[in-house]
């Protein structure tokens, strides 16, 4: 068996036990929890404001 499989095992293993359970079990084994570090947002950018006087919104631009 390799250490591969030997996770798999657990991981199909833990699947089925409520998450407060799976930590209880992982902390037992000696794993630590740690704060995972933010992930940046990903945001699509606006168009800039076009600048036509043909064109009227009544969208602000903020």
Known sequence: ????????????????IPEADRAEALRGLG???????PRPARRTPLPAPRRDPGIVSAVEWV
């Open 31 to 37: 794993a630590k929890e740690r704060e995972q570090a």
């Open 1 to 16: 068996m390799t250490s591969g499989d030997a996770i798999q095992r657990m991981a199909e293993a833990l699947a089925d």
